[in-house]
């Protein structure tokens, strides 16, 4: 039997509460908890400021971008000169004798007899193409005078949302004393292209271009960067050449995106010669970026599963790849859509790499399919922010709310996956 040695004095309350030392000790830990707590709540708070300020200056920027100011032209044909192929616009050629007709002469002489001289510079230089629509629509507006909204200028949407020229400002009150301009959606921004003209830009050909790029980005990636995780994980020997290619995955997950699109440009143009500024080129330029990502997540996702369901299937008498895909993948499924949807969400915002294939072309029209010249809504977005004229501020505002929208709706697709196929055990 071992006896302590007690030897010297001891202290009959070796811990004194009421003591004053212990008092200063109390208050040093309460003080620096209070002060922790109020570091962490300004955090906390600093944090949703910015984000405060960030959505209110973008929102209010970006809404006036989704509506137009149209001005109300008084258009009599005759006065303006104008003719056309009467003949042709009943025939299989109607399309043909729209497009010689000269809209952009009727517009200038209407507005010129209804404005004055200064009339011309209150129109968009797409009005012209509001007009031949309403001919081309029906024929029938060239037997008498037409009263039509027309887009209006720049200069003039301007001053009717925020602030403009003074020359701007005072046309805007002539005309508002007139009842002849109106503010309305402006639906050429959901349906349009790419233009020089900030009142004539859209935003559906960058956004097709998106979709068929993501389309092909998930196509090869989501796959391939599973399929890669479910042999790591569950099939893969232990041993270095594994540990190399981890580590290999883990490092490709953290290389920047712009060297993904110097790997696209050498190996897509360059050596498979693809066609440059296509969405098949950015798809695939994409999913070698997003591949990592999705791996990592899926093996994190299947490592998660219990060990006692592979037990309890094997011994059953279940295959190993029975195990796999009837047990082991559908348990995993959430965290591998949520991985997923994730990865594709950043492959949506990026831009470097589409900048280093080309996809920064001006694409007038929306991309018919994978290998047409397409751009992309981050891209569109570079490319609005900058231009000088002050039309674009709202266009590239708008282009990013409705960016920010297509983002938070994957976010919410993968939450209800997440929710859906997630099992309790």
């Known amino acids: 039997m071992i006896k302590a040695d007690i030897s010297g004095p001891v202290d009959p309350t070796p811990t004194n ?75 299989p050629d109607a399309e043909a ?57 720049s200069a003039l949407d ?94 490709l997950a953290a290389v920047p995106s712009i060297i993904f699109g110097l790997l696209g440009l050498a190996i897509f143009l360059n050596f498979m010669h693809l066609p440059r500024s296509a969405p098949i080129v950015g798809g695939l330029t994409l999913a070698l970026m997003t591949m990592p990502v999705i791996v990592i997540a899926s093996r994190n996702a299947i490592k998660a599963v219990p060990p006692s369901i592979r037990d309890a299937a094997l011994g059953v008498g279940a295959s190993r790849i029975q195990v796999v895909f009837h047990h082991v993948l559908p348990l995993a499924l959430p965290g591998i859509l949520t991985g997923t949807i994730i990865g594709m969400a950043r492959a949506l915002g990026e831009t470097a790499p589409l900048l280093m294939i080309g996809m920064r072309a001006f694409v007038a029209s929306p991309p018919e399919g994978l290998t047409a010249p397409a751009s992309a809504l981050p891209v569109q977005i570079f490319l609005w922010s900058d231009e000088v004229e002050r039309g674009f501020v709202e266009k590239t505002s708008a282009a990013i709310i409705v960016l920010l929208v297509f983002l938070l709706a994957m976010n919410a697709v993968a939450i209800y996956l997440r929710n859906k196929f997630e099992k309790r055990w």
């Open 17 to 91: 509460w009421a003591g004053e030392a212990m008092q200063r000790r109390i208050r040093k830990r309460y003080g620096a908890e209070r002060r922790f707590k109020l570091l962490g709540l300004s955090a906390v708070l600093l944090s949703v400021g910015f984000l405060a300020f960030l959505l209110i200056s973008m929102l209010g920027n970006g809404l006036r971008g989704f509506t137009a100011a149209e001005v109300k032209l008084d258009v009599n044909w005759q006065q303006t000169g104008f003719t056309i192929d009467r003949a042709a616009l009943a025939g």
């Open 97 to 153: 004798a729209l497009r010689a007709a000269d809209f952009e002469g009727a517009v200038r002489q209407a507005a010129i007899l209804q404005y004055g001289e200064d009339g011309p510079d209150l129109f968009s230089g797409v009005a012209r193409l509001r007009l031949r629509d309403a001919v081309g629509d029906d024929p029938s507006v060239l037997d008498r005078p037409l009263t039509i909204w027309l887009p209006a200028s």
């Open 158 to 251: 301007q001053a009717v949302k925020t602030d403009g020229s003074e020359k701007a400002e005072r046309a805007y009150e002539t005309l508002r004393s007139q009842d002849a301009i109106r503010t309305g959606i402006n639906w050429t921004f959901l349906t349009g292209s790419d233009a020089t003209d900030p009142t004539a830009v859209g935003i559906w050909g960058a956004f097709k271009g998106s979709l068929l790029t993501m389309m092909v980005t998930l196509l090869l990636a989501f796959p391939i960067g599973v399929l890669s995780a479910v042999y790591l994980e569950e099939y893969a020997p232990r041993n270095r050449w594994t540990d190399m290619i981890e580590v290999s995955i883990n490092n």
